[in-house]
C-alpha cells in the first residue's frame, strides 16, 4: 500500500481511475463530470483558493492499482468567523477495505492538522454546499446531477475511524401532478385583488437585470445562516451562461411585490440520466450526444436548485406565485416529479414552507465531523426522527 500526492494535471487520471473500480457493477452510479471536479481543484476557476488550500491523495494497492482516494481542503477565510478552524474531506473513494479507508482518514488528516485545522468535516466540497455534501444514508436510486452518491459500507469507514453524524441533510421529491396548485391559484388570485404582485419567467436577453435582483433576494434571504456567502451578479451571470443548453425558462423566475425583488424560484432539469452512459467525460463528441439526447428526451426530473424570499415579503403569499408559475401545462406533462435539494434538517423555517408543497423525504445524506484537538467538543445540529421518517424507496 502507497498513498501518493496529486501534483500536477498528467495526474489527473489517476485520481479518475479510482471510481470505475468500485462501481462498476452499480446501475445506478453515474459518474460525475471529470471536468466538474478539477474544476473544484483549480484555483482559477474555484474562488475558494483565494483563502484556501486543497490537496489530493491516491492510495496504490500492493499492485500498484489505485484502490482508493480523497481529497483534504480548507477555507482560512472562513474559519475566521468559526469558533474553531474547520477542514474537510471529500471526494473519498475506497474499495471494500477498512484498513485502506483508515489510511486514506490518516493522511488527509495530518494535512488538515498542518494547516491549522483543529477538526474536520466530511465527505463535503471545497466550496459550495449546494453540492457534492454529505454520505448518502437513505435512499440508494440513481442521483442527481452533482449530488452524492456512495456504497453502504462508506457509512462504517466514516463511524468507525471517529467521525461524528453532524448534520442531515435531505432530498426531498413529489409528483408534480400531487402539488397543490390549484389551492394555491385561488390564494395567489385574492392577493392580486389589493396587491401588484407580478412573477416573470427567466429570458436571456434580461440577463443582467435577473442576476442583480436574484442576488438581491438570496443575500437577504439566507444572510443570518450559519455558512452563508454572498452571491454577486457577475456569479450568477456566469451560472446561466454555462448552464444555457440545459435551463428551461419555465423552472427559472423572479417574484415582484409592488415592483421589488420579492423572490426567486430556481430549478433545472436533471442531467444524470443523460450524463450516465459518458462515464465522466464530456468531449466534443459526447456533447453533441449529450445535446441530441437532450432534445429528444421527453420527460426529465426537475431538481431545485435554490428558493428563497426576501425577509420583508416572506407574509405577503409568494409560495402561492410560485406554485402557480409551476403549474403550467408544460411543466405538468414535461417534468413528473420535482426533487428539492439541500434542505438541512434543521432548517425549520424553509421546511415549513416546502410542508406545503405535498413533497416527502426522498433521501437523505450526512455530514460527519471529527475533532483533530482534544479541546474540541462538537455539537452536532438537530437530526429528524429517522424512525419516523417515511421513504417511498426504503431499501
Known amino acids: ?152 459500507y462508506y457509512k462504517a469507514f466514516f463511524e468507525n475511524n471517529g467521525y461524528i453524524p453532524f448534520e442531515q441533510i435531505l432530498t426531498l421529491t413529489g409528483l408534480t401532478a400531487d402539488i397543490p396548485f390549484e389551492r394555491m391559484s385561488a390564494v395567489a388570485n385574492r392577493i392580486r385583488r389589493d396587491h401588484d404582485v407580478r412573477i416573470e419567467r427567466y429570458h436571456p436577453a434580461h440577463i443582467t437585470r435577473y442576476a442583480h435582483d436574484f442576488c438581491e433576494v438570496y443575500n437577504a434571504s439566507f444572510r443570518h445562516f450559519q455558512h452563508f456567502k454572498p452571491i454577486y451578479p457577475e456569479k450568477v451571470r456566469a451560472f446561466l451562461h454555462d448552464a444555457r443548453f440545459i435551463l428551461d425558462p419555465e423552472l427559472l423566475c423572479i417574484g415582484y411585490f409592488e415592483g421589488k425583488p420579492a423572490g426567486f424560484c430556481l430549478l433545472l432539469p436533471d442531467i444524470n440520466p443523460l450524463l450516465q452512459p459518458f462515464r465522466g467525460k464530456l468531449n466534443a463528441l459526447n456533447a453533441m450526444r449529450f445535446l441530441w439526447r437532450r432534445r429528444t428526451t421527453q420527460h426529465f426530473r426537475a431538481k431545485g436548485i435554490g428558493f428563497g424570499i426576501h425577509p420583508d415579503y ?82
Request: charge should be negative; glycine fraction near 6%; charged fraction near 25%.
Open 314 to 395: 416572506k407574509s405577503k403569499g409568494l409560495m402561492a406565485f410560485f406554485l402557480e408559475f409551476m403549474s403550467s401545462k408544460h411543466n405538468l406533462s414535461y417534468y413528473k416529479k420535482m426533487y428539492l435539494t439541500g434542505v438541512r434538517a434543521h432548517n425549520w423555517e424553509i421546511r415549513s414552507i416546502y410542508d406545503k408543497m405535498a413533497v416527502h423525504t426522498d433521501r437523505i445524506h450526512v455530514a460527519y465531523r471529527k475533532a483533530l484537538s482534544p479541546d474540541i467538543e462538537l455539537e452536532p445540529f438537530e437530526f429528524l426522527e429517522t424512525g419516523k421518517l417515511l421513504l417511498q424507496n426504503e431499501d
Open 1 to 152: 500500500m502507497q498513498i501518493i500526492e496529486i501534483q500536477g494535471a498528467g495526474m489527473w487520471k489517476v485520481f479518475h481511475s479510482v471510481p470505475p473500480r468500485i462501481y462498476a457493477c452499480d446501475p445506478n452510479w453515474v459518474c460525475p463530470l471529470e471536468r466538474d471536479i478539477q474544476s473544484i481543484f483549480t484555483p482559477a476557476s474555484n474562488k475558494a483558493y483565494e483563502h484556501g488550500e486543497a490537496q489530493l491523495f491516491v492510495l496504490l494497492d500492493d499492485h500498484a492499482a489505485p484502490a482508493g482516494r480523497i481529497a483534504a481542503f480548507i477555507d482560512h477565510h472562513h474559519n475566521q468567523t468559526q469558533p474553531y478552524p474547520v477542514g474537510g474531506i471529500g471526494f473519498f473513494e475506497c474499495i471494500d477495505n477498512a484498513d485502506y479507508a483508515a489510511a486514506l482518514f490518516e493522511k488527509a488528516e495530518s494535512w488538515l492538522q498542518a494547516h491549522g485545522a483543529q477538526a474536520v468535516d466530511g465527505p463535503v466540497n471545497f466550496g459550495e454546499r449546494d453540492r457534492y455534501w454529505g454520505l448518502l444514508d437513505k435512499g440508494f436510486d440513481m442521483p442527481l446531477f452533482q449530488e452524492n452518491y456512495q456504497p453502504r
